[in-house]
């Protein structure tokens, strides 16, 4: 790295942040993953505000391009597995690892199911037309299981980590309302 350029760590609970200040930089901003640590290259005059917002705005980016590379778990269920990995160690500190993770045919009641005890997750054939996000979702609930049985404020402090939660209960809400299938966004049981 050029001695002029500087290296910042930023405090972020849900994800590591290292802030690169270039002089040489004038307006770009660009960002990368280096393992576990989001790292976004800043022009050495921008204000912290600024900062604080482009962060934000490169990490959701970041989400965006990840969640397009990631539609593979919809082929197999070791894509499903290793989704979950990754899922896992970004949301839930690697605390939350299933045994075996794989596609069932369509549940009457339930978009996806886990069994704590032998830590396995069961998800349904309907989530494979799904935007990768909302399947995201789904996984980060089941694995959330792992770690808490039940739907008490620990567990829903846990999902709330992904920061599409909301969104994509709104989706499947909506898409079982349009189809008629009656599957309530809580009976995404254990």
Request: proline share 6%.
């Amino acid at each position: 790295m050029r001695g002029r350029d500087k290296t910042e760590q930023v405090e972020n609970p849900q994800q590591k942040v290292e802030i690169r200040r270039s002089k040489r930089r004038r307006s770009t901003i660009s960002a990368y993953r280096d393992g576990d640590t989001l790292v976004v290259l800043v022009p050495a005059g921008m204000s912290r505000a600024e900062e604080k917002r482009w962060v934000a705005e490169m990490e959701r980016k970041l989400q965006r391009t990840e969640s397009r590379r990631a539609s593979p778990p919809k082929q197999s269920d070791a894509a499903l597995l290793a989704r979950c990995a990754q899922l896992s160690a970004r949301y839930l500190d690697k605390l939350a690892l299933p045994v075996s993770v794989r596609w069932v045919p369509p549940m009457r009641t339930r978009w996806a199911s886990c069994t704590p005890t032998d830590a396995t997750i069961r998800v349904s054939e309907r989530l494979r037309q799904v935007p990768a996000w909302v399947l995201d979702y789904v996984l980060v609930h089941e694995l959330a299981h792992l770690r808490v049985p039940g739907h008490d404020a620990a567990f829903w402090e846990l999902v709330r980590r992904y920061p599409k939660t909301e969104r994509a209960i709104g989706y499947l809400e909506g898409l079982s309302a349009a189809a008629g299938w009656g599957i309530s966004v809580l009976e995404i049981e254990e």
